[in-house]
């Protein structure tokens, strides 16, 4: 089995910083793309960030420019820097990877549980 364990979140002022982290263990093979997701109260899940096993990173108009998503493949890890925040970006974060396993060499799709992010104005 493979887990994604997010940590950093909180509350912070409108344009203070948070550090999101997401590291993922179990039988893990190898790791495609990793990404953030967030979801805001009554609204849908939405793409955050995403970055490529190679580096390439992709970003949601409203963080561009205020969020880094970088990655750690020795140790499995997915970051996100957030700068400049704005209570709009309140949310719950969701890590997301594509895994192959150990024993099945198959893509698999991974969540993690979540981390709120709160940003008072």
């Known amino acids: 089995q493979v887990q994604l364990v997010e940590s950093g979140g909180g509350l912070v002022q409108a344009g203070g910083s948070l550090r999101l982290l997401c590291a993922a263990s179990?039988?893990?093979?190898?790791?495609?793309?990793m990404g953030w997701y967030r979801q805001a109260p009554g609204k849908q899940r939405e793409l955050v960030a995403t970055?490529?096993?190679?580096?390439?990173?992709n970003y949601a108009d409203a963080v561009k420019g205020r969020f880094t998503i970088s990655r750690d493949n020795a140790k499995n890890t997915v970051y996100l820097q957030m700068n400049s925040l704005k209570p709009e970006d309140t949310a719950v974060y969701y890590c997301?990877?594509?895994?192959?396993?150990?024993?099945?060499?198959?893509?698999?799709?991974?969540w993690g549980q979540g981390t709120q992010v709160a940003v008072s104005s």
């Open positions: 179990g039988s893990i093979f190898s790791i495609g793309a």
């Open positions: 997301n990877a594509d895994v192959t396993r150990l024993t099945v060499r198959l893509w698999y799709n991974y």
């Open positions: 970055i490529t096993s190679g580096g390439s990173t």
